[in-house]
């Protein structure tokens, strides 16, 4: 858009000028044959017969002294109309050059189409063509700033803006403009019952396009940074000083046959774009909240993919990305005891005889599995952050087309997951292996097991009623998948025998936005996630299997998401505060963080609280005051409802309003926004 008002501007400035040069000359030359007329109807009409006596006066002498007058003025006019043609071909041909740069700088490694990030929220790129064109027009010195940096052969456009911004929150989350979404609080949470207000200047972004051009190959990268990260001094009390975060990092090189290669920290291939499959033309929620919006699926990580442009119709792509597993675990039905005595009905069977009891373990919170570890510093990994030894990266395929009306998407994820378990030892002679109440585990004949990953989606959306509505949709579902929706969902669970298993997860969004004025945006988004219960049980003797709902007889839920067991009666009973970080061992935290008194909110007790699903709608605005060859300034404020619910597990009797074991949660939050972008 921007280089297409440049194209305009530019125009406008050529023709105007050359129009009222031409009218001027137009003019003369009417004013010069309105004389050349004259003298030759003066030359050839016959002279007056003179009057008697009167002296002969040198008529002919006269009229060719006129022309040869009028014969100069031409000539001069002639040769002024030449120095202006001259002149004006000279602008022309700087204008280009000026338009060329203009559309370098702006056009990108893959250029985004008008109209493809109204609100700005995206990657902002591109520049105008000049900020005072009229000085192009007017003096060949006089060129403006420039529309991009140029060296050593390659041209660098900055981008970025600068963001004041504040959140409202009806339940606290002591979070920044990026809401953690997943964490949304019980009744029995103390931040549930107080609001919060945040200011923040720390989505502010900067960005630098690279880019340098070939035969047949335009080469280079982009980078682009924002404030959204803490170190170990960061704080608000006072300077606020927090530290820069790595958002994208990325090379590219792009062929003139429609083969391009990226590689780097990037957006994943299956988050939808506006055009194609290019490169900072991501189609975001235009949203202020920085985790952006429920439904949405995302990642921005390792990438390497490979994209072909069949005609601008079509557009087929590959990815190797980073894999990193999330997993929720669980194991401990607090609603029944360490173990239970139950009745032999197979007699043989953990050595029991007919009529006889034995022992099975119901709380098997031994850690018979493992999955990563914290990061190592040596390594330059956080040591307070959970890293999964991968088995190998995720693999992304997608398709896109455009057949002249609307953009469709189809893509598919696939990775594999392993971890190590380990087995139990028998610690009797009558008890098998894990069925006993202490059962023991053993390194010996320890294993490595693998699961696999994987999903597919579809996103469509259509610019309608002359580009004043865009509608999009998306849905994606699979296995082990939650990572990559807004809600930040568990992609794993385990089997009591420690091996892995992927939960079922399903992500959808519908957004609809209207353009009503070229200065208003307003956008409306309603989005879920959905997390499937995935429970088992281990028999009696031993074995592992299904999930039966029972305490007695054949088995026990004690392991899993969302099983039915899983004690939720504490979700509804509010905590005192911990006094200090030495107290803080219920909170599920790693080492090292924690708190002063006053800041340490008391942790839910017997509260397990497995999301079933996430709910989000939204409604927003964003108004632009100007926008133009100097930048943009826009405001926007933001509604959104966030609700959580989760699966019923085991409730209190003491309190009615608990008695299901099944909590739920809602949460108000208002965003405002004021904005600066770069040109």
């Known amino acids: ?59 002919a002498e006269a009229s060719s002294s006129e ?50 990030d109204p609100a700005g929220i995206g990657p902002v790129t591109g520049v105008a063509a000049s900020s005072n064109p009229s000085n192009l027009a007017a003096s060949q010195e006089k060129t403006g700033p420039p529309t991009s940096i140029s060296f050593k052969g390659i041209t660098l456009t900055p981008g970025g803006f600068m963001a004041a911004e504040t959140v409202w929150r009806q339940k606290a989350l002591a979070s920044d403009i990026n809401s953690t979404l997943s964490s949304n609080p019980f009744n029995g949470a103390s931040n549930a019952h107080i609001s919060e207000f945040q200011a923040s200047g720390r989505q502010s972004r900067i960005s630098m396009l690279a880019e340098g051009k070939l035969d047949n190959v335009k080469i280079g990268g982009y980078y682009e940074m924002d404030f959204l990260s803490a170190g170990v001094t ?32 990037q957006w994943s291939l299956l988050t939808e774009t506006n055009k194609g499959m290019d490169n900072r033309t991501e189609a975001l929620p235009q949203t202020i909240d920085a ?8 990642a921005r990580q390792y990438g390497f993919r490979v994209t072909k442009n069949f005609n601008n119709k079509v557009w087929l792509g590959f990815a190797v990305e980073e894999a990193q597993p999330t997993i929720t675990v669980h194991g401990n039905p607090t609603a029944q005891a360490a173990s239970t005595t139950l009745t032999c009905t197979t007699p043989g069977t953990n050595g029991c005889s007919a009529g006889g009891t034995y022992t099975i373990n119901l709380n098997p919170t031994f850690n018979n599995f493992l999955l990563g570890a914290f990061g190592t510093s040596g390594g330059l990994y956080n040591p307070l ?24 998407e189809i893509f598919g994820v696939a990775g594999v997951v392993h971890d190590r378990t380990f087995p139990c030892v028998v610690n009797s002679a009558t008890l098998l292996g894990c ?4 059962p023991a585990l053993s390194g010996f004949g320890a294993t490595n097991n693998s ?20 509608l999009g949709v998306h849905f994606m579902g699979g296995t082990g998948i939650g990572r990559y929706g807004s809600g930040g969902l568990a992609d794993l669970t385990v089997r009591p025998d420690g091996t892995l298993v992927p939960i079922h997860n399903f992500q959808a969004l519908g957004t609809l936005q209207f353009h009503p004025t070229p200065k208003l945006d307003i956008n409306l988004n309603i989005g879920g996630e959905f997390e499937e219960r995935t429970a088992y049980m281990k028999s009696a003797s031993g074995v592992f299997g299904p999930c039966i709902e029972a305490t007695t007889g054949s088995g026990i839920c004690n392991e899993g998401y969302g099983y039915k067991s899983l004690n939720n009666s504490g979700c509804w009973t509010e905590t005192e505060p911990l ?14 963080v924690g708190g002063g008194t006053g800041f340490i909110p008391g942790p839910l007790g017997s509260c397990t609280g497995d999301t079933r699903n996430l709910i989000e709608g939204t409604i927003g605005f964003w108004y632009r005051f100007y926008k133009g060859p100097k930048g943009t300034v826009q405001f926007g404020m933001q509604y959104s409802n966030l609700i959580r619910n989760t699966w019923r597990g085991v409730g209190s009797t003491t309190l009615p309003i608990a008695a299901s074991g099944q909590p739920h949660s809602d949460n108000n939050m208002v965003f405002t926004s004021f904005r600066y972008y770069l040109p």
């Open 67 to 116: 022309i040869s007058a009028e014969l100069q003025q031409l000539r001069e006019l002639l040769e002024s109309q030449a120095k202006q043609l001259q002149q004006q071909q000279a602008k022309m041909e700087l204008l280009e050059e000026q338009l060329h740069a203009a559309s370098v700088a702006g056009a990108g490694l893959a250029a985004a189409p008008a109209g493809a």
């Open 435 to 438: 069925t006993g109440a202490t």
């Open 579 to 592: 006094t200090g970080p030495a107290t803080n061992t219920n909170l599920g935290v790693p080492t090292g």
């Open 234 to 265: 960061s704080n608000n009390n006072q300077s606020n000083s927090y530290t820069m975060r790595q958002r994208q990092f990325w090379a590219q090189a792009a062929f003139n046959s429609g083969w391009t290669f990226t590689g780097g920290q």
């Open 451 to 470: 699961a696999g990953t994987g999903g597919i989606g579809a996103n469509a959306r259509w610019n309608l009623f002359e580009k004043k509505v865009d």
């Open 385 to 408: 952050a959970n890293y999964g030894y991968n088995d190998a990266p995720d693999f992304v395929l997608k398709a896109v087309f455009e057949p002249g009306f609307g953009h469709y």
């Open 291 to 298: 985790q952006y919006h429920i439904g949405f699926s995302w």
């Open 1 to 59: 858009m921007r280089a297409l008002a440049a194209c305009i501007l530019s125009l406008g400035l050529v023709v105007l000028p050359a129009l009222a040069a031409t009218g001027n000359a137009a003019d003369k030359d009417a004013a010069a044959g309105a004389r050349m007329s004259s003298a030759a109807s003066a030359a050839s009409s016959p002279a007056p017969a003179a009057a008697p006596n009167a002296d002969p006066a040198p008529k």
